[in-house]
Each structure stands twice: as C-alpha cells, then as structure tokens.
C-alpha cells in the first residue's frame, strides 16, 4: 500500500498493521466456519495464521464462542504453502 504524501511514516505504518489485522482475524473467522465442510484446509490456513491445531480448538466449542479480537499473531506467520491443491485444466 502506497503512502499518501500527506500521512507520516509512522501513521501509515500503524494503519498497515490495522489492516493486515483485519485480514487476519477475518480469516480467521471465516477458516473456523468452513472447518466443518474443508477441515483439511482450514486446519492449514488456521495453523498459518499461528493459532495452533484447529482440532483441538473445535473440541472446545470455539464455533460458539467465535468473536471479533481472537486473532492473536505471533511475530511472524508461517511461511506459506499451498492449502488448496491445484486442478488440471482440461479443454
């Protein structure tokens, strides 16, 4: 995302990181409601965004206590791989 001329440095950066915040805990949320259809998918999304096993947080009823601000990141993410496999086109 491009600095506007008129926000400084530090502003900008705290507004980056409320966005790639949002992002986070919007995937997060939706990670946990499609766990259900896709486990093996969101049990990878869910431990690249450093929430641990999405197993253990289903046995706890987490789709009932699911909540905006339960994304807690660490540092850094894990580095990222594929989740979803990629299909053959066929014309």
Known sequence: ?????DRP???HVQHQARVLATAAEAIRI????????LPESA???WLQLG??????AAGSAFLTDLAWGGCE???SLASPHR???AR???L
């Open 83 to 85: 989740c979803f496999p």
């Open 43 to 45: 049990a990878k999304v």
């Open 9 to 11: 440095e530090a502003e």
């Open 1 to 5: 995302m491009k600095r506007p001329v």
């Open 51 to 56: 929430q641990g096993d999405i197993s253990a």
């Open 73 to 75: 990141l660490e540092p």
């Open 30 to 37: 939706i990670t946990a409601l499609v766990y259900p259809i």
């Open 88 to 90: 053959k086109r066929t």
